[in-house]
């Protein structure tokens, strides 16, 4: 007996009433940016492009500009007006240059990284201490040049009584000597120290959308995976993050323009040094300490976390997304196997889609192979 098809509403029909779920998993949208924001943010995306050039080309760069063009300007003296010692940017820039890096320098790294450590005073100092570090080495490094000059010299009177550079240079003489550029490295050392600093501003608009969606995550509590970096904050440090992220991000973005600006200064001023003053051999040098002393800090010494950390390792999250050094290993998977895998020999003849159409004439060694076959059965 046939049975009798249902006249009911089918179940797979039904929707469920949308109201009664309103908005509920939906995370919240970012604010809607001005015309200013947007004009703000890609100024800020060209002084990125110029501070984070690959480190690897601009260390390359430098030792070219102070050896290639050094040598080359040995032999082509020039005199311009930005070669004179009283010039404006040599007189107010290049020699209290340490002193403008520190002014920039300082109040960026306390700010960042006071946000980033949600306030913790010792995480704060941690972080300012690697500018205390490249100050002693600036101070150590600049002295060691004067002493240099002082001991591994001599006065063109050949006199007893004018053996000192004081007592050379006091009687109107000329004290010859090897003169390690001062300029050279502190514009190079101060230009890298910058730099490095200068990388926890990578992400750093992505704090607030991580901000958005951590706040949104704890005031639903659907039970949902949360893979945000900001859930190993208590509620305390995140509100405090929150004001603090707010308040601070615009004087950080200011400061990080000026360091571009100053860091344009250097690399102008890097230039008249190489072509107006010292010689090759003092400038080489002095390039080959800065790079030196950057190299030992920032990626022996402080990556290893004695004491000290490096950019962006001692806040209370991870926010500074890095791509990987190279691409996944296809060890183990069946590409790799049969990539290595030892290809057959093909004859002579017609071959479609790697099979043989017409038997290939068998060659006078395979002949041979045949025969001896034959012959063992």
């Known amino acids: 007996m046939q049975a009798k098809k249902k006249t009911g509403p089918s179940t797979m029909n039904f929707r469920p009433n949308s109201e009664a779920d309103g908005t509920k998993g939906t995370k919240p949208t970012a604010n809607r940016s001005s015309v200013s924001d947007v004009l703000l943010s890609v100024f800020l995306f060209g002084c990125r492009k110029f501070m984070f050039v690959n480190t690897f080309y601009r260390v390359l760069y430098y030792l070219a500009l102070t050896f290639l063009v050094s040598v080359v300007m040995d032999f082509l003296p020039a005199g311009k007006a930005i070669s004179r010692k009283d010039s404006f940017l040599n007189k107010y820039f290049v020699k209290i240059g340490w002193g403008w890096t520190l002014l920039v320098a300082l109040p960026f790294i306390s700010l960042t990284s006071f946000v ?18 490249a100050t002693v080495l600036w101070y150590v490094a600049t002295n060691f040049f004067v ?4 001991i591994y010299g001599r006065c063109n009177i050949k006199s007893a009584s004018l053996q000192s550079k004081a007592t050379c240079l006091g009687k109107g003489h000329f004290w010859s000597s090897v003169d390690i550029s001062g300029h050279t490295f502190i514009l190079i050392f101060s230009t890298l120290v910058l730099i490095e600093e200068c990388r926890v501003v990578n992400n750093w608009e992505g ?8 706040g949104h995550t704890r005031s639903v509590d659907n039970g949902a995976l949360n893979t945000n970096p900001l859930r190993v904050l208590n509620q305390q440090d995140l509100n405090f993050l929150s004001t603090s992220y707010t308040q ?6 200011m400061l990080f323009i000026a360091i571009t600006g100053l860091t ?3 690399e102008l001023m890097l230039w008249a040094t190489v072509i107006y003053y010292h010689s090759m051999l003092e400038k080489f040098l002095a390039a080959l300490i800065a790079v030196s002393l950057w190299y030992f800090t920032y990626y022996i010494w402080f990556p290893r976390n004695i004491l000290i950390s490096s950019p ?3 806040g209370c999250f991870k926010y500074i997304s890095t791509k990987p050094s190279s691409l996944p290993s296809t060890s183990g998977t069946p590409y790799s196997s049969i990539k290595h895998r030892k290809s057959f ?20 060694e395979d002949r041979q192979q045949d025969s001896n076959i034959n012959g063992s059965t």
């Open 116 to 133: 980033h450590s949600c306030g913790n005073r010792e995480k704060v100092i941690r972080s300012v201490s690697r500018l205390v570090v």
């Open 345 to 364: 020999r093909r004859g002579s003849g017609t071959y479609f889609m790697g099979m043989p159409v017409k038997p290939s004439t068998a060659t006078k």
């Open 147 to 150: 002493y240099v000059e002082a």
């Open 312 to 314: 962006g390792e001692d």
């Open 248 to 253: 601070f991000t615009p004087y950080i973005k």
């Open 264 to 266: 344009l200064i250097w």
């Open 207 to 214: 704090i607030a959308d991580l901000l958005r969606e951590e």
